[in-house]
Every structure is written in C-alpha cells, then in structure tokens.
C-alpha cells in the first residue's frame, strides 16, 4: 500500500510562488496517476491537477490553469506542484492524492490521500 506524504506549505504574498512536494512510500508509485486536491475552509475539497503514471497526461482545474505545473520524478517516488502567481483564492489544504486514471481523479476516483500540507496567501 502506498503511502503518500506532504510538504512544501507555508505562507506566500500574493504574486509569488511555491512548490509543493509529496513522497510516495512502497514500490509501486508509477503504477498510479498522482493528483492534487484542495480544500479552503468552509468549502469542499477540489480538484487542482493530475498526472497520469508516465508524465504524459496532465489535467487542471480551470482556476489554476496557466499557473499551476504539476510533474512527477518516478525514481524519486515524488509529485509536485509548481505555484506561481499566487492568489488569497489560493489559500487552503493541498492534499497529494493517488488513483489509477489520472482523467478520472478529476472526479475524486482517489484511493489514497496524503494528510494535506497548508498554503496560506497573504495580500
């Protein structure tokens, strides 16, 4: 069983950047599609991005297209996700997710979620 892990939150001004990271425990990370989720307080968790096994694929919520990078380095079990050009809108928990359809994660077919790591944009 896989397990995924977080990191790369904290607290960004509006404009800038960051880039979040999740580790992936076990053996078959590039067996999944990875994504990433978020959830802002008082709203329910959505969609951001997705990456199917290879790299090759990548989906993104409209509100983050054009400023979000989602990538995977399968020999370091890693996903990340690039932010530039922050938003406040951008303030929530991100939560690294794993699925085995990177088309379908973007309808929560996860079966496996980190724990979140949070973002806090500042004006």
């Known amino acids: 069983q896989v397990q995924l892990v977080e990191s790369g939150g904290g607290l960004v001004q509006a404009g800038g950047s960051l880039r979040l990271s999740c580790v992936a425990s076990g053996r078959t990370f590039s067996n999944y599609a990875m994504g990433w989720f978020r959830q802002a307080p008082g709203k329910e968790r959505e969609f951001v991005a997705a990456?199917?096994?290879?790299?090759?694929?990548?989906y993104y919520a409209d509100s983050v297209k054009g400023r979000f990078t989602i990538t995977r380095d399968n020999g370091k079990n890693t996903v990340y996700l690039q932010m530039n050009s922050l938003k406040t809108e951008d303030t929530a928990d991100y939560y690294c997710a794993a699925g085995r359809n990177a088309f379908y994660l973007r309808a929560k077919a996860v079966e496996i979620w980190g724990k979140g790591t949070l973002l806090t944009v500042t004006s």
């Open positions: 990456i199917d096994w290879s790299g090759g694929s990548t």
